[in-house]
């Protein structure tokens, strides 16, 4: 995916906080709720819509598209995230293919694409920005569905979201 090393190693000390709510990841859960409503609300009747969900971390979106009938895949290039996302499933009892990937891997085993993409609070970890909106815009199917949720590049949204928001306050 290309994530510089602040997000790398950011995600790999979250481990089972993911499914926290109380946690580090707690304004995560409190946002969930509102951007699957608002990307379903767009995207309308979700059962049996293969839905690609890229740098998923612990799976909270991945779910709720698979709880509503959705064909989900979650790619992140966090083991432990993955491994966080592939138990709670088991648990939830949601069948999801969890991956560790880049979309770019994705595109090179020449999947078939997929009907919606999903990519939320990921592009502000990416290196090479051009190289993955690029590979995701390959994977999705023609007349698809393409969500990117991330922080303004301004110096203070940066400042406040990243520094303060992540780094600081955790």
Known sequence: MGLNSHGCK????????????KGRLAALHRINPIRFEYFASKIGD????RVLDIGCGGGLLAEEFAKEGAIVTGIDLSPVSIDAAREHAK?????????V???LE????????YDTI??????????????FIRDSCTLLKERGFIFFGTINKTLSARFFAIFVAEDLLG
């Open 118 to 131: 999903v990519c939320a609070e990921v592009l502000e970890h990416v290196d090479d920005l051009e190289g």
């Open 101 to 103: 990937a880049s979309p």
């Open 106 to 113: 994705l595109v090179k085993e020449g999947l078939k694409p």
């Open 10 to 21: 950011k995600f790999e000390e979250l481990g089972g906080d993911w499914w926290n709510p």
């Open 91 to 99: 648990g939830s009892g949601v069948e999801i293919d969890y991956r």
């Open 46 to 49: 979700l059962k049996d819509r």
